[in-house]
């Protein structure tokens, strides 16, 4: 267990739709970023925050979108989807700005129907 | 544009024996890399990592070696073990940035 939390674990939805996934961090670590991991793809980094700041952005559509809360637990939304959204969404947290090493949760599988 | 490359998808070797997973990667300005395990229906999980300003990192049976001139990383794990059986990501970071980027990732089988 990674101490990260993802829900949901899974989601089926259509296309055109709007879906939140959620990210708590390992009690302690102030960063969380967002990967997607699509069919015979490697982990496409999308975005990180850092105590509630964005750090770096990746390759994010501006469909998609995120935030950190005060709390430090994390939001990825995604908007207007597309089929070829349907992908494992990592979120992974480490303790500092940098990422020597990233603590992940088990994903969040969507599928857009 | 794929800065981190896995090209080999998939690797099988004997129990006992040595598996060796590759990385190549394009960005000179790299200076922190990383190997990460993902079973099935789990998050990747930290192995092991280098600095650019090492060539070789030691961890049991895990070595990281690390050749800047060609851009290439390497995982070596000796003995192999069935349940090294995962799928193996190399990932290349800029420490001063927030981006860790990662390959395609190997899928290594050891075999009883």
């Known amino acids: 267990d990674s101490g990260v939390t993802q829900t949901p674990k899974h989601l089926i939805t259509a296309t055109g739709q709007r879906v939140t996934l959620r990210c708590s961090p390992r009690s302690g670590d102030l960063s969380v970023y967002w990967y997607q991991q699509s069919l015979d793809q490697g982990l496409q980094f999308l975005i990180q925050?850092?105590?509630?700041?964005?750090?770096a952005k990746g390759n994010i559509l501006e469909r998609f979108s995120a935030q950190q809360f005060p709390d430090l637990h994390s939001e990825l939304n995604l908007s207007s989807l597309e089929l070829g959204d349907s992908a494992l969404y990592f979120c992974a947290s480490s303790l500092g700005g940098t990422n020597e090493k990233l603590f992940f949760g088990s994903g969040t599988q969507l599928s857009v129907l | 544009d794929q800065q981190v490359k896995q090209n080999s998808p998939s690797l099988s070797v004997q129990e006992g024996r040595i598996s060796i997973l590759n990385c190549d990667y394009t960005n000179s300005m790299f200076d922190y890399f990383l190997w990460y395990k993902k079973y099935p229906a789990e998050g990747p999980t930290f192995l092991i990592s280098?600095?650019?300003?090492?060539d070789k990192n030691e961890d049991g049976r895990f070595t990281v070696f690390l050749n800047k001139s060609a851009k290439h990383l390497s995982l070596h794990i000796v003995p192999s073990q069935p349940g090294d059986s995962a799928v193996y990501f190399c990932a290349a970071s800029l420490l001063s940035t927030g981006k860790l980027i990662f390959g395609q990732g190997t899928t290594l089988q050891v075999k009883p």
């Open positions: 925050y850092y105590n509630g700041e964005e750090r």
């Open positions: 280098i600095s650019s300003i090492k």
